[in-house]
């Protein structure tokens, strides 16, 4: 089973910007649909964005295209989340995800739905003031 642990979360101003990182072990890296949701208080856990971890697809929610990236360093065994621009309503917890398969092509990726990714971090907090 793939363990993945964030960090990079933290305080930062409206406008600003922070790079969250997700580091993959415990398994095979590659080939995987790995994907950065926030869950905000009082709010349901939305995605972000996703990348497969195989050739570097990436996808992304409508709210972060064009401020967010998703990356990765496939020696790291890292996926990261470069956010910026970021507004006061970013503020949540992010968390990285898998569902757990091992695939040959990423093109299913974005169509997999959240309730299909089961393997969890713990979480990393951001909080974006006004």
């Known amino acids: 089973q793939l363990q993945l642990a964030e960090s990079g979360g933290g305080s930062v101003q409206a406008g600003g910007s922070l790079r969250l990182s997700c580091l993959a072990s415990?398994?095979?890296?590659?080939?995987?649909?790995i994907a950065w949701f926030r869950q905000a208080p009082g709010k349901g856990r939305e995605r972000v964005a996703g990348?497969?971890?195989?050739?570097?697809?990436?996808h992304y929610a409508d709210f972060a295209r064009g401020r967010f990236t998703i990356s990765q360093d496939n020696l790291k065994n890292t996926v990261y989340l470069l956010m910026t621009s970021l507004k006061p309503e970013g503020t949540a917890r992010y968390y990285c995800a898998t569902d757990g398969g091992i695939r040959v092509n990423g093109g299913d990726c974005p169509r997999r739905p959240n309730s299909q990714y089961n393997d969890w971090g713990q979480g990393t907090e951001v909080i974006v003031s006004s």
């Open positions: 990348i497969y971890t195989g050739a570097g697809g990436s």
């Open positions: 415990g398994d095979t890296y590659r080939g995987r649909c």
